[in-house]
């Protein structure tokens, strides 16, 4: 069953405390793996697309790694305001179409 | 500024009322979807439309009707609202130009929570 999968569910870290979101999925024919963050009350904001086992990509203090079953989300020395919900998204091909699949999402807080 | 709005932001409606929620891009994407966010279930997409007089089903479409007349606007309409469709729904637009615009970051509206009693 094609399927994406976030873990945790939620993270405290303390300011400055590093560490990993991940994502893992369960599909063939991978055309492409988004990472989108969510404040609330709003909707999800693109931050990365991942193509191929082995890319990476940075932004600011997020770094978005790909191997063929996993992605991670790296967050170096967190500030309050990268507290947000991190959502996943797998692009694959199958049964002739294009589909998207979400994960359900890691809730990050930050505190001081 | 580029953007997706949806209206309303909030809606408190009773089971059977028709209701509609609006949405619309102003950076010319071909592509538009709709989404309903349920926790713990991730983002599930309701339909989406490739462009103008073409749409089609997603994953979860009972229920919803959308309509795609013109390049800007993706309505989603509920004709016979139920309990189960409270949710938060979110619009949600991309440039797609062939096969490669696939991969197209989605651009997302601010979302719209529906209570349906």
């Known amino acids: 069953e094609d399927q994406v999968t976030q873990s945790p569910e939620a993270l405290r870290l303390q300011e400055g405390e590093s560490s990993s979101l991940n994502c893992s999925y369960t599909?063939?024919?991978?055309?492409?793996l988004f990472w989108y963050r969510q404040d609330p009350g709003k909707g999800p904001e693109f931050l990365f697309t991942l193509y191929s086992a082995g890319e990476e990509k940075e932004k600011e203090r997020l770094k978005a790694t790909l191997t063929k079953k996993e992605s991670f989300l790296h967050i170096t020395a967190p500030k309050p305001e990268d507290s947000a919900t991190y959502l996943c998204a797998v692009q694959f091909f199958s049964g002739g179409y294009n589909k998207l699949i979400f994960g359900a999402g890691t809730r990050l807080a930050v505190h001081p | 500024e580029a953007q997706v709005t949806q209206n309303p932001r909030y809606l408190i409606t009773v089971t059977g009322k028709k209701l509609t929620v609006t949405c619309s891009q102003n950076?010319?994407?071909?592509?538009m979807s709709w989404y309903r966010q349920d926790p713990g279930l991730g983002l599930r997409q309701i339909y989406y439309s490739m462009n103008v007089e073409v749409t089609d089903k997603g994953d979860v479409p009972e229920g919803y009707k959308v309509s795609r007349k013109e390049k800007r606007n993706f309505p989603l309409i509920l004709e016979s609202p139920s309990p189960n469709q409270t949710s938060l729904y979110f619009c949600a637009s991309s440039l797609l130009k062939g096969a490669a615009a696939y991969n197209s970051p989605l651009h997302f509206g601010n979302g719209t929570r529906l209570t349906v009693t």
């Open positions: 599909v063939s024919g991978l055309r492409g």
């Open positions: 950076m010319n994407h071909e592509y």
